[in-house]
């Protein structure tokens, strides 16, 4: 005997009743809860008085949206310019921050003794051009034994001659 020793009850026998008493009171507790707020509602209705409203009417128009920035502005690049020949600069024929094109004159050079040393390089020209045409002759030999400075070599070359 598993239960020896012990009282049972009716209500431990029998568990549902217990269930159905609950049920019954939550279903009566519920709905007397809701008669109550339709009676309130139906008795006393209230005015709610009506929200006011402003109307306006809005047009496209056009925005002209504009950025006032104040700063310095930089190039994008430099250039870095330099001279066929050395010298002191005499004039200079362009403002800073101009615009240039290639081949534009951009500064004068002291000329100084340049026109000598040209006047030297052409007469040396001139008694070459006789060595040169002689029969058996390198052009190129007779060009290193004669030229000795690189101002005589340009103007060599300038002229187009072999």
Same mark, same amino acid.
């Given at each position: 005997?598993?239960?020896?020793?012990?009282?049972?009850?009716?209500? $431990?026998?029998?568990?549902?009743?217990?269930?159905?008493?609950?049920?019954?009171?939550?279903?009566?507790?519920?709905?007397?809860?809701?008669?109550?707020?339709?009676?309130?509602?139906?008795?006393?209705?209230?005015?709610v008085p009506l929200t006011q409203v402003a109307v306006e009417t809005f047009y496209s128009?056009?925005?002209? @949206?504009?950025?006032?920035?104040?700063?310095?502005?930089?190039?994008?690049?430099?250039?870095?310019? $330099?001279?066929?020949?050395?010298? &002191?600069?005499?004039?200079?024929?362009? &403002?800073?921050?101009?615009?240039?094109?290639?081949?534009?004159?951009?500064?004068?050079? *002291?000329?100084?003794?340049?026109?000598?040393?040209?006047?030297?390089?052409?007469?040396?020209?001139? $008694? *070459?051009?006789?060595?040169? @045409?002689?029969?058996?002759?390198?052009?190129?030999?007779?060009?290193?034994?004669?030229?000795?400075?690189?101002?005589?070599?340009?103007?060599?070359?300038? @002229?187009?001659?072999?």
């Amino acid at each position: 005997m598993a239960n020896a020793g012990k009282k049972t009850t009716y209500f $431990s026998q029998h568990p549902w009743i217990i269930s159905l008493v609950l049920l019954v009171l939550l279903v009566l507790w519920v709905g007397s809860g809701h008669s109550q707020e339709s009676a309130t509602e139906k008795s006393a209705p209230e005015k709610v008085p009506l929200t006011q409203v402003a109307v306006e009417t809005f047009y496209s128009e056009p925005v002209i @949206r504009t950025i006032s920035l104040y700063g310095k502005t930089a190039p994008d690049r430099d250039a870095t310019i $330099s001279a066929e020949a050395d010298g &002191r600069i005499t004039k200079v024929s362009v &403002r800073k921050g101009a615009s240039v094109k290639k081949g534009d004159l951009l500064l004068f050079i *002291d000329k100084g003794d340049r026109e000598a040393q040209l006047d030297r390089a052409e007469a040396l020209c001139g $008694s *070459d051009n006789k060595n040169l @045409r002689q029969p058996g002759r390198s052009r190129k030999k007779a060009f290193k034994e004669k030229w000795p400075t690189p101002w005589q070599k340009q103007i060599w070359l300038k @002229r187009g001659q072999p």
